[in-house]
């Protein structure tokens, strides 16, 4: 398996992101309060075309919470819409 294969980012819709967030942050326990959104952004030189807007976050959850949704970002890609 060549590395560029095995770093790809894997696409996504919106709304598969968001059930892979929420399954993520009801796993840990002290994320399971934190209240998101998914925003698509314009695509930038490092790839990243969505991004999180996180709401209601207990301070002791906030390194968590960024830890899940910075490997989520390095996992997925946003779909393009048929």
Not at 33 to 60: C, H, L, Y
Request: with cysteine.
């Amino acid at each position: 398996m060549d590395l560029d294969t095995y770093l790809a980012k894997t696409p996504a819709t919106i709304e598969e992101i968001k059930a892979r967030v929420a399954a993520a942050f009801g796993r840990h326990p002290l994320c399971r309060q934190v209240e998101f959104e998914i925003v698509s952004t314009p695509r930038a030189a490092k790839g990243a075309n969505w991004t999180i807007s996180m709401q209601s976050v207990a301070p002791d959850a906030l390194w968590e919470a960024s830890d899940i949704v910075s490997d989520i970002q390095d996992a997925y890609v946003l779909a393009h819409a048929a």
